[in-house]
Nanobody, 124 residues
Framework: QVQLVESGGGLVQAGGSLRLSCLASTRTFSAYAMGWFRQAPGKEREFVSTISWSGDVTDTADSVKGRFTISRDNAKNTVYLQMNNLKPEGADVYYC?????????????????WGQGTQVTVSS
């Protein structure tokens, strides 16, 4: 069982930056691919970015490519999402997810473990 706890959300103005963190409670964190998803009120949850177990390979949604960067620190059991030039898209909840294995996963159904989410509100 893997528990995930996100942090770093909050209120930010359009054009600003935030860094989200996700702490995983597992001794084998480096064996898991990690992902970030987001969900706006009344909408489906959507893929944002994913990173391989080693951190060498990433994949990011076109909608945020060039503005968002995923990274991980296996020594700290933590995955990050650096978000720059945030757009005034309202309030989204960002979720961290984990799946055992060396592949990258863009589909939420591929992930076995999820955090509770952290809210990011971007004001115009």
């Amino acid at each position: 069982q893997v528990q995930l706890v996100e942090s770093g959300g909050g209120l930010v103005q359009a054009g600003g930056s935030l860094r989200l963190s996700c702490l995983a409670s597992t001794r084998t964190f480096s064996a898991y691919a990690m992902g970030w998803f987001r969900q706006a009120p009344g909408k489906e949850r959507e893929f944002v970015s994913t990173i391989s177990w080693s951190g060498d390979v990433t994949d990011t949604a076109d909608s945020v490519k060039g503005r968002f960067t995923i990274s991980r620190d296996n020594a700290k059991n933590t995955v990050y999402l650096q978000m720059n030039n945030l757009k005034p898209e309202g309030a989204d909840v960002y979720y961290c997810a984990a799946e055992y294995g060396s592949s990258l996963f863009r589909d939420e159904d591929d992930y076995s473990y999820w955090g509770q989410g952290t809210q990011v509100t971007v004001s115009s």
